[in-house]
């Protein structure tokens, strides 16, 4: 395999695919920075703003992949990558040899470990590097962004991630990235019931909840979902800074991951199944607070 080598703006291209609700900001740290920027996507109306600051429109990826030399895919689901990777017209068919590249959708540890293994015969990298933060987190490139793969791989990309994350963890070899999401998740699953039930309490109770949120977010109640997402909810804004879909998504992931652990977790499981009803009410495309409905 090639020698990993370091990125200079110059004569670097960044392919992304993937222009969703963070992707866009993400992509749009990239240009702000000076880099050359392709993008794809299955609409392409969702990359048009991309475009107007500089982007470069491909019309698929096979296109993309064969002109840019770091490629980001920031996508839906698994099989979502498993095709854009894998497929018979892929990014690994057609991309050149010693091409990066970095997958930051919440995918499975196994897939991920799979595409590094075709990537690396191939003669190209790979990292896992699953997010967390947002739709803010994305705009304000302050995304925590969790590392999977090849250290040396992890140090020559560092300076790419750095553009649109702050806290940037290498985490272990290929499929590390995406274990650590899945702690982030399930660590927020049960962390959101609890929000919205302290939201329902306060109003229940006659309190002013904005005056509550005043005392109990900076205490040890404080938690990210807290301070940005209850403030959506007493606002009635259920925009989506994450689908709640894909919230679903990478709970059954995080769910099968630990059953093949032998391990039992019961908090996942209610906040999957209280998800589960909301979704069944049509609200899969709402933002992940809307599960604040439930009680109001």
Same mark, same amino acid.
């Given at each position: ?45 969702? =990359?048009? !703003? ?5 982007? @470069?429109?491909? *019309?698929? $990826?096979?296109?993309? #992949? ?71 987190? =994305?705009? !304000? ?5 969790? @590392?999977?793969? *090849?250290? $040396?791989?992890?140090? #020559? ?140």
């Amino acid at each position: 395999m090639a020698e990993v080598g370091t990125f200079s703006i110059e004569k670097t291209v960044i392919g992304f695919i993937g222009t969703g609700v963070m992707g866009k900001s993400m992509a749009g740290h990239l240009l702000g920075n000076g880099y050359k920027v392709h993008v794809y996507t299955r609409t392409k109306e969702k =990359a048009n !703003e991309l475009i107007e600051k500089g982007a @470069v429109w491909k *019309d698929s $990826v096979r296109e993309l #992949a064969n002109e840019a030399n770091v490629i980001i895919t920031m996508v839906g689901y698994p099989n979502d990558v498993e095709e854009i990777y894998l497929g018979e017209n892929g990014l690994l068919a057609y991309a050149q040899k010693g091409t990066y590249f970095i997958d930051m959708t919440t995918s499975t540890p196994t897939l991920a470990v799979n595409i590094h293994n075709t990537a690396k015969k191939n003669e190209m990298y790979t990292l896992d590097a699953p997010v967390s933060g947002g739709d803010i987190g =994305a705009k !304000e490139a302050r995304l925590a962004i969790m @590392v999977g793969g *090849d250290e $040396v791989v992890f140090e #020559a990309c560092r300076p790419i991630l750095e553009i649109i994350g702050q806290n940037i963890v290498y985490q272990g070899p290929a499929g590390s990235g995406q274990h650590t999401k899945m702690c982030n998740q399930i660590a927020i699953a049960s962390n959101m019931i609890g929000v919205c039930e302290a939201i329902a309490y306060a109003k229940k109770s006659g309190l002013d909840p904005e005056q509550v949120l005043r005392s109990i977010s900076t205490g040890a109640a404080g938690s990210w979902s807290l301070s940005n997402l209850a403030p959506r909810m007493i606002a009635d804004n259920f925009e989506p800074g994450f689908f709640i879909k894909h919230f679903i998504k990478d709970m059954g992931i995080a769910l099968e991951e630990a059953k093949l652990m032998g391990m039992e977790v019961p908090g996942l499981e209610l906040a999957k199944k209280l998800y589960d009803e909301l979704a069944e009410k049509g609200e899969g495309d709402s933002g992940t607070q809307a599960l604040y409905k439930l009680w109001s």
